[in-house]
């Protein structure tokens, strides 16, 4: 029975080695392929477009020349900086809140079960769902927004504080009891510097969250804004201006992420993979 499942496994490892190539290094994306993508990409946009109308589906020339007027009009400017500013507003709301109640529940397996129920259903509940609520609670504007992003931005990091505060070594706990440090010269020479890799990198990933849902929440419960554009776009038929500003915000959004989320990603590198007790 073992000689058998030994050449069953040895013939798998060689039929593996045969079918995939060895590699010592990881595979780097081919700049030529990437462009061959979006090149089909366009193409069967383009097919489709010719196929379905334009009411339906603008060319991708059509898309294009419909941004330069958005990008003179006044209106663009005044939405997009009202979308940056709840984008900011909610996801700084909702990480300071995690933040907070992570670290208390991290130090109390009470206040842990307690929060815990609520933790699961901001998590499991679909945001479409919180966004029709919220806008029956709050109205339509900046408020239901920044709310419903905080709500949802909160338990991700609410999470992340509370498995940095487990990690931090209970030792180095003690010894702060030990000589009165008192709760901000912890937080501030104890957990702080434990917890920052991890709570930097989950930022980042809920500033590129928080946008989309601010979009999304705009686009259906909002009277301003970069979603409430889109969804005048929509309801006008106007395929070409709905598909610029979708143009736009892609843009703006790779824009950010190769300009700040990914060098910021590269500094934190060499943070997370230290050891957390050193």
Known sequence: ????????????????ALLLPARTAPVRISPAWCAAGVLLLVLAWHLAARQLGPQVLATPWQALRAIGPLLHSPQFYANAGVCLMRIGAGVLAGASVGFALGMLAGHSGRLRGLIEPLRWLLTALPPVV???LAALWFGRGSPMVIVITALIMAPGMYSH???GVQAVDCKLVEMTRV?????????RHLYLPVLRPVLLAALIGAASTGARLV???????AESGVGHALANARG???????????LLILGLAAALEFACLRPLRRRLEPLLEQPRHA
Do not use: P
């Open 161 to 163: 504080t509370v498995q």
């Open 1 to 16: 029975m073992t000689d058998s499942f030994a050449r069953r496994h040895a013939c798998a490892n060689l039929s593996g």
């Open 130 to 132: 919180a966004v029709v």
């Open 179 to 187: 000589y009165r440090y008192g709760m901000w010269r912890s937080l």
């Open 236 to 246: 006008a038929f106007a395929s070409a201006e709905l598909i610029a500003w979708a």
């Open 215 to 221: 979009v999304m929440a705009e686009a259906l419960g």
